[in-house]
C-alpha cells in the first residue's frame, strides 16, 4: 500500500475493513486564514499487524478493542491505555526496547505489561493520535498539533529504520510544507511548541520556524501578495493598503507580538542577520515590548509567590536590551526610558541600566519634552515617574564636559520645560523636585526665568509646605539670573519664602540707588558682591574715594537690614507656634 498523504483534506473519517471510525481531532486554533480552511493532512500508516475494532474511553482509561486480548498497558500522565504489544513495538523502537527488557526480568510473557511514559511531548493527546496510527487509522494533522505529534515520534523513536512510511517522515513531510507554504501556520506551529520547549529546540523546530518568519519579513517587505493576505486576515480593503497607517514595513509586526520572549528573540536575530533596517527592527521591539509593558504592573514588591514570574520577566527584559540595535534613531527616547523604569523596578543587571542612561544621555539635546514622559501607574505615586529622569540627567553631567554650549542650552531649555509640566503634579514630592531643578549645573541655563517658573508651580500645587521647605526649594534661585519681568513677579509672590522676597527687594534697591549716584555707571549685584561696569563715556575716569565710601556704607546699611528682618521673622514664627497651641 502507498503512504498516504493528502493536502487539504476534509474528510473525518476513516474505513479499515468493515468498520467505520470517526476521527475528531481537536485544534483550538481552528478557523479561517485569508477566507480559506486551515492546512490540514490526513496520515494513514502503510502497513499494520494488528487493527483494532475500536478505541473506547472510560473515565481516563483508553481500550483498544481487538480479537487479541490486551497484554500492555501504558501510562501516560493520569491516563491508561490499554493496547498491544504486536501494534505498538512495530512502530516504536522504544517500545520495542522496553518491551524486550521487561521480558527478559518476568517469568511468564503471558501476563499483562505495565509501562509509564513520562514526559512525552504533547502529552496524553498526542499519545492518542500515535495510538490510533499504531492501529492502521487515519489522524487529523494540523498546524496546531503536528509539533507535538513530531516531537513525540522522535521520542519514541518511530524511524523509518524500523518500518517505512513511519510517522517521524510523515510529520517531518507535513512539518516542512506548513514552515515553507504558510506565514499563519509558521506561527501556529511555533506557538505550539511552547509546552514543549526543549524538544522543540533540539529538533530545530523553533529555528526552522524563526528563519522562515525572518526570510519572508525580510524579503516580502514590499509583496502586494502577503500584504493582501495580512491585510484580509485583518479584515481590511486591500485597497487602502497604500494607507500609512498599514505600512509594508509593519504588517508582520502584530503577529510578531504574540511571540513567547525566547520565540521572539530568536525570531529577531534572525531578522537581524539577514540585514533589515534597523528602524523597522526597533520598531519591531518597541510593538513588542509595548504589549509586554501592559502586563508588568505597579506594586512588584508585593508579588512574594510569583518569584519565577518575577524572574521571567527580568530575564525578558535584559534579552530586550541586548537585541536593541545600536544605530542612531532605531528606536525612540521613550521607549528606552520605559524600559529603563521596568529594568529599575524589577532590578536587573545594573551594567544593562548603565547602558541605557548613557544610551539616552547621548540624544538628550535632540529629545521633546513628551519624550521623557513616563507614566506612574499607583493611585498613590507621582503622574509621572522623575527618578528615572533624574537618573539620566546624573549619567548627562558626568559627561557633559565634551558638549559644546549650543547642546548644553538645548539640554537646559528641556529639562525647564519638563519640570514646569511635572511642576503641577500635587503627588511629586518636594525631595524629587528639588534633585531634579538641582542636577544640572547653572552654565546650562542662559537664564532661570523658566525655572523660576517650574518652583512658582510647584509651591502653587503644594500650598501646604513650610518655610523651611519652600526656602530649601528655593535657594538655587539666583537675582542676576533672572529678568527683570521674573524679579518684579518675586518680589510680588506671596508664595515664596519671605527672606527671597525681602533679599530680592533689597537688591533692587541697591540697583536703582546705584543706577541713580553712579554718573552712567551700571550697578548689577548678587547677594555676595557688586560687579560694576563703566559706561563707555567714563570708562577712563577711576573711580573716586568718595563714591567706595558710599558703597560701603550702603552694604553696612543692607546687612543691618536684614539681620532686623531675621529677628522679625524668629519673633513671627514663635508666635506662630503658641497660637497653634
Given at each position: ?21 470517526a ?6 486554533l481552528?478557523?479561517?486564514v ?63 526496547r522496553?518491551v ?39 489522524i ?8 507535538p ?13 524500523l ?24 506561527f ?26 525572518a ?17 484580509e ?20 509586526f ?13 525570531v529577531?536575530?534572525?531578522i ?13 521591539i ?12 505597579h ?59 548613557r ?15 513616563v ?57 524629587s ?17 523658566n ?28 537675582y ?54 563703566i559706561?563707555?563715556?567714563?570708562q577712563?575716569r577711576?573711580?573716586?574715594g ?36
Amino acid at each position: 500500500m502507498k503512504n498516504k498523504f493528502q493536502l487539504p483534506v476534509h474528510d473525518d473519517k476513516a474505513t479499515i475493513g468493515r468498520k467505520s471510525v470517526a476521527v475528531n481531532c481537536e485544534n483550538p486554533l481552528d478557523g479561517t486564514v485569508s477566507g480559506r480552511k486551515l492546512n490540514r493532512c490526513v496520515i494513514l500508516p502503510p502497513n499494520v499487524p494488528m487493527v483494532a475494532d475500536s478505541l473506547e474511553r472510560r473515565n481516563q482509561n483508553w481500550i483498544a478493542q481487538a480479537n487479541s486480548a490486551i497484554d500492555l498497558i501504558i501510562q501516560v500522565g493520569d491516563s491508561s491505555f490499554h493496547l498491544h504489544k504486536l501494534a505498538m513495538v512495530s512502530r516504536s523502537e522504544y517500545l520495542n526496547r522496553l518491551v524486550f527488557q521487561r521480558k527478559i526480568n518476568r517469568e511468564s510473557a503471558d501476563d499483562i505489561l505495565n509501562i509509564q511514559i513520562e514526559n512525552l511531548p504533547g502529552g496524553k493527546k498526542t499519545f492518542e493520535l500515535i495510538v490510533k496510527f499504531c492501529y492502521g487509522w487515519k489522524i487529523d494533522i494540523t498546524s496546531a498539533n503536528v509539533a507535538p505529534v513530531y516531537c513525540a515520534a522522535h521520542f519514541l523513536e518511530m524511524s523509518e529504520d524500523l518500518e517505512e512510511g513511519n510517522l517521524i517522515s510523515k510529520t517531518e513531510a507535513f512539518l516542512s510544507f506548513l514552515i515553507l507554504s504558510s506565514w499563519k501556520d509558521t506561527f501556529r506551529v511555533l506557538k505550539s511548541t511552547e509546552s514543549i520547549s526543549s524538544w522543540a529546540k533540539e529538533l530545530q523546530i523553533v529555528k526552522r520556524c524563526s528563519e522562515a518568519i525572518a526570510w519572508k519579513a525580510c524579503t516580502n517587505q514590499n509583496a502586494s501578495s502577503f500584504n493582501c493576505e495580512y491585510a484580509e486576515c485583518l479584515n481590511v480593503n486591500t485597497s487602502k493598503m497604500n494607507n500609512s497607517e498599514y505600512s509594508f514595513d509593519a504588517w508582520w509586526f502584530e503577529d510578531l507580538s504574540l511571540l513567547r520572549i525566547d520565540h521572539f528573540i530568536e525570531v529577531i536575530t534572525c531578522i537581524k542577520r539577514r540585514g533589515i533596517k534597523s528602524k523597522i527592527l526597533g520598531s519591531c521591539i518597541e510593538h513588542w515590548a509595548t504589549k509586554w509593558f501592559s502586563q508588568v504592573t505597579h506594586g512588584l514588591d508585593k508579588v512574594t509567590p510569583k518569584h519565577m514570574t518575577l524572574q521571567l520577566r527580568r530575564v525578558s527584559i535584559e534579552c530586550l536590551i541586548r537585541i536593541l540595535p545600536t544605530e542612531e534613531h532605531s528606536v525612540t527616547c521613550n521607549f528606552l526610558l520605559h524600559l529603563l523604569k521596568v529594568g529599575a523596578m524589577l532590578k536587573i543587571n545594573p551594567e544593562l541600566l548603565c547602558v541605557l542612561e548613557r544610551r539616552v544621555a547621548l540624544i538628550l539635546e535632540q529629545c521633546h519634552i513628551q519624550d521623557l514622559l513616563v507614566k506612574n501607574q499607583g493611585e498613590n505615586d507621582p503622574l509621572y515617574d522623575v527618578a528615572v529622569i533624574l537618573r539620566v540627567l546624573q549619567c548627562y553631567v558626568c559627561g557633559m564636559s565634551s558638549n559644546p554650549v549650543p547642546k548644553l542650552h538645548n539640554v537646559g531649555k528641556l529639562m525647564d520645560g519638563y519640570l514646569i509640566h511635572v511642576a503641577r503634579d500635587a503627588n511629586l514630592t518636594m525631595e524629587s523636585f528639588r534633585s531634579l531643578v538641582e542636577v544640572l549645573p547653572q552654565n546650562v541655563r542662559s537664564s532661570d526665568d523658566n525655572l523660576y517658573r517650574a518652583i512658582d508651580m510647584f509651591l502653587k500645587a503644594h500650598p501646604y509646605l513650610a518655610e523651611e521647605d519652600r526656602t530649601d526649594v528655593c535657594r538655587i534661585l539666583e537675582y542676576h539670573r533672572l529678568s527683570q519681568e521674573a524679579r518684579q513677579h518675586v518680589m510680588n509672590n506671596d508664595r515664596l519664602p519671605l527672606n527671597l522676597t525681602t533679599r530680592f527687594v533689597l537688591l533692587e534697591q541697591v540697583k536703582m540707588g546705584r543706577s541713580m549716584t553712579s554718573n552712567g555707571s551700571n550697578y548689577r549685584r548678587t547677594n555676595t558682591q557688586t560687579v560694576i561696569s563703566i559706561s563707555k563715556d567714563f570708562q577712563r575716569r577711576q573711580i573716586s574715594g568718595q563714591e567706595i565710601m558710599m558703597m560701603r556704607k550702603d552694604v553696612e546699611l543692607i546687612k543691618t537690614q536684614i539681620l532686623e528682618l531675621n529677628t522679625c521673622k524668629i519673633k513671627l514664627q514663635k508666635q506662630l507656634k503658641r497660637c497653634i497651641c
